[in-house]
């Protein structure tokens, strides 16, 4: 029996124009030199809050609540990277804590991880009216954001969680399909592709691939 447990509630979902997506990536993108102290990580995660927080750059600023810019362990060795906040995060300003963020709790406890060991962020850090994907000019007004959190928490690893974090991420327009069940390589960190819990509460046929990238993801984070 795989071990991805199930799930009863489907949150809302979305697909969108693969082709939009490669746009989205040519955002420009900060560089990290690895060279950075943990205490200039931590203020480098704590400016790139501070910014989201009062950040206009593009149209999802109108409707927020308030802005989810991510949060999580500044050593953490794996970074989850969904697609946007949706209701609860947006009223929280705290990633993944509706229904797909518990069953991503209970993903992480199948593989012996707790949420406090992570990092764990979005493509956006502001909600998409009605659940709806990002635009590629969202999405590309806010990746430099999630590139520095990535600079300043330098993962071990990256878990893409859907296909828009995997297209955003890869720099494709691939389908998820076509990029899971392999190990990518991003600025010389592995990524690992699986699908957005809401997917898996939508779809419970979905349980076993994902149990299957997420043994991929706990053997690349042996020591
Ligand atoms: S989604 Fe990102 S770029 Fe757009 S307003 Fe929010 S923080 Fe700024």
């Known amino acids: 029996m795989e071990a991805v447990p199930a799930a009863a509630q489907a949150p809302a979902g979305s697909s969108a124009p693969a082709a939009a997506r490669a746009q989205a990536v040519e955002a420009p993108v900060p560089v990290d030199d690895g060279s950075r102290a943990g205490a200039d990580r931590a203020e480098l995660l704590s400016r790139v809050a501070a910014e989201v927080s009062a950040c206009v750059k593009c149209g999802l600023s109108a409707n927020r609540t308030t802005t989810v810019p991510g949060e999580g362990s500044l050593d953490a060795p794996v970074m989850f990277v969904g697609e946007g ?11 993944f804590v509706g229904a797909a963020g518990q069953y991503l709790d209970k993903w992480l406890k199948s593989i012996a991880l707790d949420r406090s060991q992570c990092y764990i962020a979005n493509c956006v850090k502001c909600r998409p009216p009605q659940n709806r994907e990002p635009h590629p000019e969202e999405i590309g007004a806010c990746l430099p954001y999630l590139e520095q959190q990535i600079a300043a928490v330098r993962p071990r ?18 389908s998820l399909g076509a990029l899971r069940g392999r190990v990518h390589q991003r600025n010389g960190i592995p990524v690992v592709v699986t699908y957005h819990p809401s997917a898996v509460l939508r779809d419970q046929s979905l349980r076993k691939p994902v149990w299957e990238d997420l043994k991929v993801v706990q053997r690349l984070l042996q020591p």
Do not use: F, W
Request: a neutral charge.
């Open 157 to 174: 690893l990256i878990c893409c969680l859907g296909r828009i974090a995997a297209q955003t991420l890869l720099g494709t327009t691939s």
């Open 85 to 95: 906040p949706g209701a609860e995060e947006d009223r929280t300003g705290r990633p």
